[in-house]
């Protein structure tokens, strides 16, 4: 039977977002990447000159700020638009000063407590296709279809490499690669919600698939 929700988990870079949002697209779906709303949160703190690291000064922002996540409006790579108070800051979401402190603050059990809810609420509408680190485990344990998309640290910084080239940017490898392997550690080792596979997920590693390949083992899965 086709999966009303489906959970997409897994560590940064790993492909989530291109495949959940084609899997969306060919099942009419609501696509709906929840790293955003982090990403929106660390990107209102630094905005607002409040340090990261000042959890309770960051939980009671995620509590009090309106961010709202949106389908695309504009045909410029997004896969959504973001909201904080009505402004669209989704491109200031990908900065590297956002990258570099999502995780800091994604790891604060109020932050994650106060966006849990709000997209569990979506969540439950069903006809959705969820992507994060938690949604099997946490924010949706009943989904219909679980996937944890996996791949090396090494597969997964090349990816954003050729991401950032693409958008005509200059990018280091060296320095992606230790990026991403320190937001896995963070991810992984937090308290509240830890990155990780729930019982029921179907483990798929994309090391040797291409985009199009993982996409059609997932709608296989749907059948
Ligand atoms: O796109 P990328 O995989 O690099 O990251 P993202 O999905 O935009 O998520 C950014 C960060 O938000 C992650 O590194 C996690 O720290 C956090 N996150 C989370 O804790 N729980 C989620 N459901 C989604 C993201």
Not at 26 to 55: C, H, Q, S
Not at 99 to 127: C, F, H, M, P
Request: charged share 30%; aromatic share 4%; net charge negative.
């Amino acid at each position: 039977m086709k999966p009303k929700t489906i959970a997409l988990d897994g560590p940064a870079a790993s492909g989530k977002s291109t495949v959940g949002l084609k899997i969306a697209k060919a099942l009419n779906y609501l696509f709906f990447d929840t790293g955003v709303m982090y990403r929106a949160v660390a990107w209102a703190a630094l905005n607002k000159g409040i340090d990261p690291k000042d959890e309770v000064a960051v939980t009671t922002l995620a509590e009090e700020t309106p961010i709202d996540v949106r389908p695309a409006s504009q045909n410029d790579g997004r896969t959504s638009d973001v909201l904080v108070n009505e402004q669209d800051i989704t491109w200031q979401t990908r900065s590297p000063e956002v990258d570099a402190n999502v995780s800091t603050v994604a790891a604060y059990a109020g932050v994650r407590a106060a966006l849990s809810k709000q997209q569990r609420r979506i969540g439950e509408r069903g006809n959705v296709v969820m992507v994060g680190r938690d949604i099997g485990t946490v924010v949706l344990p009943e989904a219909d279809l679980k996937i944890y998309l996996d791949a090396s640290a090494e597969e997964r910084a090349r990816r954003r490499y050729d991401e950032i080239i693409a958008r005509g940017e200059l990018a280091d490898y060296t320095e992606i690669l230790a990026k991403v392997k320190q937001r896995d550690h963070i991810d992984s080792t937090r308290d509240v919600a830890p990155l990780r596979p729930a019982d029921d997920a179907v483990i798929v590693n994309s090391d040797k698939l291409d985009a199009d390949q993982v996409f059609q083992m997932i709608m296989d899965m749907c059948a």
